[in-house]
């Protein structure tokens, strides 16, 4: 069984910076597409970023592109996604998961806990 373990969120001010990580096990890591998703109060979860197996090729979503960077370590089995920029309509519960690759839609059928992301104004 996959597990998917987000860490790294916080409270940060408009125009900051953070990093998430996310462990994944249960699985062959590098076998996967992965992304991050999110999910704000009130509102569906939503893609975020993807990256390819072999973490030559990535895509966001418009609201995110320029400002944040999906990478991942296959010999740690970690997905990352770099923050900059941040503005107070970031602030969610930021997860990983698969993607299958070119869709942003989530390819394992459980999530992890997230990692709460606040940025205030």
């Known amino acids: 069984q996959v597990q998917l373990v987000e860490s790294g969120g916080g409270l940060v001010q408009a125009g900051g910076s953070l990093r998430l990580s996310c462990a994944v096990s249960g699985r062959t890591f590098s076998s996967y597409a992965m992304g991050w998703f999110r999910q704000a109060p009130g509102k569906e979860r939503e893609f975020v970023a993807a990256?390819?197996?072999?973490?030559?090729?990535?895509y966001y979503a418009d609201s995110v592109k320029g400002r944040f960077t999906i990478s991942r370590d296959n010999a740690k089995n970690t997905l990352y996604l770099h923050m900059n920029s941040l503005e107070p309509e970031d602030t969610a519960v930021y997860y990983c998961n698969a993607v299958s690759y070119g869709t942003t839609t989530a390819y394992f059928g459980s999530w992890g806990q997230g990692t709460q992301v606040t940025v205030s104004s």
């Open positions: 990256i390819r197996w072999s973490g030559g090729n990535t």
